[in-house]
Nanobody, 115 residues
Framework: QVQPVESGGGLVQAGGSLSLPCAAS????????MGWYRQAPGKRRELVAR???????NYADFAKGRFTISRHNAKNTAYLQMNSLKFEDTAVYYC?????????WGQGTQVTVSS
């Protein structure tokens, strides 16, 4: 199995939006729970949002109302839409896929929010 690949990060002003896709290969990802996590400098990695293979999602409190996780199973891709970004959302964002063979993590994509 190949690790998922994140993209879409970059520099954005506070109040702006970004959409992060996470592309995976292999049909197993179509039923695998997937999640987005983030890690800011000096902090532990934390859950942002996760979604089951059937599309049931849940969010960290800081993400509720601002972020939306979704997936397109035919494309083996999960998305994180982030709106109303804040300076404190600055972090490396990672995609995780939970497969029968174990967890697969992407390399991460940097999101920087300027105040």
């Amino acid at each position: 199995q190949v690790q998922p690949v994140e993209s879409g990060g970059g520099l954005v002003q506070a109040g702006g939006s970004l959409s992060l896709p996470c592309a995976a290969s292999g049909r197993i990802f179509r039923i695998s729970p997937m999640g987005w996590y983030r890690q800011a400098p000096g902090k532990r990695r934390e859950l942002v949002a996760r979604i089951t293979g059937r599309g049931t999602s849940n969010y960290a409190d800081f993400a509720k109302g601002r972020f939306t996780i979704s997936r397109h199973n035919a494309k083996n891709t999960a998305y994180l839409q982030m709106n109303s970004l804040k300076f404190e959302d600055t972090a490396v964002y990672y995609c995780r896929a939970v497969t029968p063979g174990g967890d697969l993590w992407g390399q991460g994509t940097q999101v920087t929010v300027s105040s």
